[in-house]
């Protein structure tokens, strides 16, 4: 233990992002490294919402005959396609956030915003039988691959980096 004692307003955060034994005292509203690496867990709670979303929409569009469900999701195997991304996405989000090392901050924006527009390209095209054939719809859907991939190598590199300094 430290033995600090905190400013008015500050909270314990502990840990395993703290550190084996290590208290940081900071301000909720303070922006800082260690919370906004945070922006993981926002972006896996946006997968998980629309996991559980596309999950509801194939179980009325497979069972349930509701006609205006059934005209929405012209494209099922899409759909499955980005409720298993949705959830992978959520478990890489979850997953590098609890490794308990520090990560770059944009490279944790990179995988959120990617980890979260990536699936969606599936999602969209599930409605639309024309997406691929849309310009605007390609071009989305390779910045969105290209931020996603930023992101899952940005933090690769991060892991690689950390495991060498603890070899050596």
């Not at 195997?77 to 959830?87: E, G, L, P, Q």
């Not at 590199?157 to 060498?164: E, K």
């Amino acid at each position: 233990m430290s033995g600090k004692m905190p400013k008015p307003g500050q909270v314990k955060f502990q840990g395993k992002r703290a550190g084996l034994g290590r208290e940081i005292w900071h301000h909720p509203t303070t922006s800082n490294k260690e919370t906004q690496v945070e922006v993981l867990l926002v972006g896996a709670a946006a997968c998980i919402t629309a996991l559980i979303t596309t999950a509801w929409l194939m179980t009325f569009a497979k069972w349930f005959p509701i006609k205006a469900v059934d005209a929405f999701v012209v494209d099922y195997k899409t759909m499955i396609r980005a409720h298993v991304d949705y959830a992978l996405m959520a478990l890489f989000g979850v997953g590098f956030y609890g490794a308990g090392i520090d990560l770059p901050v944009a490279a944790c924006w990179c995988l959120a915003v990617g980890g979260f527009s990536n699936p969606t390209v599936f999602t969209i095209a599930a409605f639309d039988p024309n997406f691929w054939d849309k310009k605007f719809w390609r071009t989305y859907t390779a910045l969105s691959f290209v931020v996603s991939s930023v992101g899952f190598m940005w933090i690769a590199y991060t892991f690689a980096v950390h495991a060498a300094r603890h070899w050596a």
